[in-house]
């Protein structure tokens, strides 16, 4: 039985999928395959290269914001918001030409990802892992993965005449930076010649992947906005993830759709709806986890039928 897990893009949310892999272990459940937007990406990525979820609960629950937060200076900021106001006037906006296009580094969270057991190389991960980004400049997806399933999505999305980009060979720490960068929060990731940005805003759940490298059964975990009233968006951060998060719904849901009708009972979609959590909320990390858990321990019945 071939299984494959989709997790999606949620910020400290992302803590759930953790509880997810615990609920699916204790019941004799093995993902063969993962895939994963943003936060996704990183439970995904960490777990294809062999951690535990005890191991990945351990490295979320030590986790501190100076591991993962390294803001540009104060006047680098101010720069960058200058430029924007200089180009909504339409003048002075060559002066601010170095500007970043974004709070927060994100160097920290490559080297973070590396100390907590990141493979070298998704050729190197013990399971077939699929990582999402978005091209900031064309909107096209980009896929990162190992050698033998890129050869299998490539010939499958031009079959499906996708626009998506498949590439190998590329770092699986800077390649999961690059999909949890957040618009106008993280500065996009330069990899391979592309500007790449957050994954979620093109596939906030990737079940296409899971789908197109034909899995007898997938689970899909959307932590993303499902209609839900949020309270405390109070700051630019969390009004682009909430925008992300509202604008992924809609391609999601479609998907979720498609995938019932194909696979009937072989496809579970699993949601927490942890939607009250921020985006920087690291003390609720063990909430989340615990969120998770119970959300996947709720639909085990579903998820046994499609599994085993």
């Not at 997790?7 to 895939?35: D, F, M, Q, T, W």
């Not at 330069?190 to 689970?219: F, K």
Request: aromatic share 4%; glycine share 10%.
């Amino acid at each position: 039985m071939r299984i494959g897990l989709a997790l999606s893009g949620g910020s400290v949310r992302g803590a759930a999928h953790i509880g997810v892999l615990k609920c699916l272990h204790e019941n004799g459940i093995y993902p063969s395959v993962v895939s994963g937007a943003s936060a996704g990406s990183i439970v995904a990525g960490l777990y294809a290269s062999g951690l535990s979820p005890a191991d990945l609960e351990r490295v979320a629950l030590s986790l501190k914001p100076s591991q993962i937060v390294d803001i540009h200076s104060p006047l680098a900021i101010i720069a960058s918001m200058a430029r924007v106001l200089a180009e909504a006037v339409g003048s002075g906006a060559s002066l601010f030409k170095r500007a970043p296009c974004g709070v927060i580094k994100g160097t920290k969270l490559e080297q973070f990802l590396r100390k907590a057991g990141m493979a070298r190389s998704f050729d190197d991960m013990a399971l077939p892992c699929v990582v999402v980004a978005t091209q900031l400049d064309n909107g096209k997806q980009v896929v990162f993965t190992d050698r033998r399933t890129a050869e299998v999505l490539t010939r499958r999305y031009k079959l499906r005449r996708r626009r998506t980009v498949v590439e190998t060979g590329v770092d699986p720490a800077a390649a999961i930076a690059a999909s949890c960068s957040i618009p106008g929060v993280f500065t996009p990731r330069w990899i391979a010649g592309m500007q790449l940005v957050d994954g979620g805003v093109t596939d906030n759940l990737p079940l296409e992947a899971l789908d197109l490298l034909r899995c007898d059964s997938i689970i899909g975990v959307n932590l993303g906005y499902s209609g839900e009233r949020r309270e405390g968006i109070d700051n630019i951060a969390e009004v682009v993830s909430q925008s992300v998060d509202i604008m992924a719904a809609q391609s999601v849901g479609l998907i979720c759709e498609s995938l019932a009708l194909k696979y009937r009972t072989r496809f579970v979609r699993v949601e927490p709806k942890i939607y009250d959590v921020g985006l920087f909320e690291i003390g609720r990390i063990r909430e989340c986890i615990d969120r998770g858990y119970s959300a996947t321990h709720s639909r085990l019945s579903a998820v046994r039928r499609a599994a085993l």
